[in-house]
T-cell receptor, first 111, second 115 residues
Framework: KQEVTQIPAALSVPEGENLVLNCSFT??????LQWFRQDPGKGLTSLLL?????REQTSGRLNASLDKSSGRSTLYIAASQPGDSATYLC??????????FGKGTSLLVTP | NAGVTQTPKFQVLKTGQSMTLQCAQD?????MYWYRQDPGMGLRLIYY???????DKGEVPNGYNVSRLNKREFSLRLESAAPSQTSVYFC??????????????FGPGTRLTVL
């Protein structure tokens, strides 16, 4: 069964810092990997999707990379802002229907 | 474009009561999903529907039934609620392009408490 791990579980940084969130998965036979943002008490917002044939995707201040062979993905957030405070979830699409989710990294950006 | 909508937002049930969670999407997606989110467990798939009239069990289907009424709507029913079903329920739909592109979009969730 695909296992997805996110490290760290929680992170606090001052505003303006660049930061990296990590995601690892046990089975490299994936179709794609998706990063989500979840605000407290809210649903999931899709941030980036990387297909298995791609190495990275960018959207504004966000950059996600994928190293399928080593089972790793990183989400890079440039020039962090207090509005970036949320939980970030990594999810992998392997065989079957479901996304396999990590437990998330809770990010706090302090002014 | 409302995306994925869910009703109700909150619900409190007593053990043994039944209820239906409603979900609708206006993105013309074929696939729809029901997940539950529990602290320390992450999100887990309950049921999946690839198209109108088809449904498949996910990782945690026991105690639930689903109905794909049409392309837009996918409902989740709890026939006899149990405290173990206290959770946040998310509906999702996905756009698929070939085998390597499956982007899922989520609704705002239903927070269910079973006493």
């Amino acid at each position: 069964k695909q296992e997805v791990t996110q490290i760290p579980a929680a992170l606090s940084v001052p505003e303006g810092e660049n930061l990296v969130l990590n995601c690892s998965f046990t089975d490299s036979a994936i179709y794609n990997l998706q990063w989500f943002r979840q605000d407290p008490g809210k649903g999931l917002t899709s941030l980036l999707l990387i297909q298995s044939s791609q190495r990275e995707q960018t959207s504004g201040r966000l950059n996600a990379s994928l190293d399928k062979s080593s089972g790793r993905s990183t989400l890079y957030i440039a020039a962090s802002q207090p509005g970036d405070s949320a939980t970030y979830l990594c999810a992998v699409k392997s065989s079957g229907y479901a996304l396999n989710f990590g437990k998330g990294t809770s990010l706090l950006v302090t002014p | 474009n409302a995306g994925v909508t869910q009703t109700p937002k909150f619900q409190v049930l007593k053990t043994g009561q039944s209820m239906t969670l409603q979900c609708a999407q206006d993105m013309n997606h074929n696939s729809m999903y029901w997940y539950r989110q529990d602290p320390g467990m992450g999100l887990r798939l309950i049921y999946y529907s690839a198209s109108e009239g088809t449904t498949d069990k996910g990782e945690v289907p026991n105690g639930y039934n689903v109905s794909r009424l049409n392309k837009r709507e996918f409902s989740l029913r709890l026939e006899s609620a149990a405290p173990s079903q206290t959770s946040v329920y998310f509906c999702a739909s996905s756009v698929e392009r070939g085998s390597s592109y499956n982007e899922q979009f989520f609704g705002p969730g239903t927070r269910l408490t079973v006493l």
